[in-house]
C-alpha cells in the first residue's frame, strides 16, 4: 500500500485533486467527511457534543448544528480542546478502519486540511501540497462559495503560510490557471510517480540509479527533501532512536556544490543488525526503505582499515527520489568522517570549489557511477587530513 498525504489552503484546489485521484484508481479517505460522520445523528460523538455542550449546539431536528458549535468553540479555548478530546479519538479510529480495508495493492490518498499544521508528513510515503495564490483563493472563497471577504481572509490566515507548506512538500501541484492544468498535473503525477511508487513498495524494488553519473547543479531544496526523509526514517524504526542518530550527509548536504543528485542519510545505531528486530525491516520496507548488496567500493583511508563500507545499506523506492541510506554502528570512523567531511566542505570554500571541479572532470569521462566513486578516493584520501586539522583548529566534534 502506497499512503499519500493530501492537503492545501482553504480554496486551493485539494478537493479537485482528490476527485481526480479517485477516479484514476486511488482510494480516498476524506478526514472532513470523516468529522461529520463521527458527528452525525445517532453516533455516541453526537452525543457526548450534545452532553459537553448542550441543546443550543443541535438542529430542531437533532443534528449538529456546525455554525452554533463553531461560534462556541472559536471563543473559547478550553472549549475547543474539549470538542477535539471527543471527536480526535473517534476520527483516529474511523481513519485507521478506512486504511485498514484497503487493500495492498491500493494507493490511499489521506485528505487532510491541517497536515502540515499537525506535522503529520512521516506518516505518509509522499505528501502532496496544493497550492493558489492568496488572491486567488480570496476570489474563489467569495465568488464560488460566498464567504464574506472578512471571513475568507480570516481562515487563509489562520492555515500554515507557504513557507511551511513548501518544507512539508513532497509534490507541488500549482492551481492559479485553469482546472484543466490542475488535472493535468494530477494525471502526471499518478502516472510517472505514485502507480510505480506502489508497484516498488509492494515487490520491495529499489528505485533505478543511472548507470553513469549525471552531476547537476546544486538544488536548494535537498535539505528540506532530507528533513522529511530523516523524519519518515524515525517514525519507521521507533522507540530508541531520534532525528539526531540520522544525518544528511554527502554531496547534496554541502550548499552550493554540484551533485549526483541522490540524497544521502546516515543512520548511526548501537549495532547494525538491529535493524532486523522486532520486525523493524518489515517495517522499513513497507515504509519504503528496502535492503541493497553493500557495493564492492568504500572509503579505505588510514584511520579505519577495517571499515572500508557501510555496515547496511538501504535504498528509497520512490521512483522520482533517489535515496541512500548508510546504516553504522556506534562508534564508527566511516560515520564520523562522513560528517567531517560535510562540515569542512561547507566551511572551506576552497575546498568545495577543489571538490566540485574533481566532481565535473569525472563526470563526463567514467565508465559509471562505481568507477567515478572510485576514482575521487585518491581526493579523500589527501583530504582527510587537511579536513581533520581544520576540525582540530575550530573545535569541531561530531556531534
Known sequence: MLRVGLSG???????TVARRLGDLGAVVVDSD????EVVAPGTSGLAQVRQRFGEQVLTADGALDRAALASVVFADESARRDLESITHPLIERRTAERFAAAGSHDIVVHDVP???EKQMGPAYHLVVIVH??????LRRLTQERGMSEESARSRIRSQADDTARRRAADVWLENSAATERLVEQVDHLWRRRLVRYEHHVRTRTPARRDEDPVIVAPDPAWP?????????????WGNGISGADIAHIGSTAVAGLPARDVIDLQLVVDDPADLDEGGRAARFADAGWVPVPVPGWGHAHDDDPGQQRPARMLHGTDPCRLVDVHVRPRPSPAARRALLFRDWLNASTPARDEYATLKGDLGGRVDGVGEYIQAKESWFATALPRAQRWAERTGWAAD
Do not use: M
Open 132 to 137: 493558489a495564490p492568496p488572491e486567488v483563493r
Open 9 to 15: 489552503g482553504i480554496g486551493s484546489g485539494k478537493s
Open 224 to 236: 528540506a527533501e532530507a528533513d522529511r526523509l530523516i523524519a519518515r526514517l524515525v517514525r519507521a
Open 114 to 116: 491541517l497536515l502540515v
Open 33 to 36: 467527511r470523516i468529522a461529520r
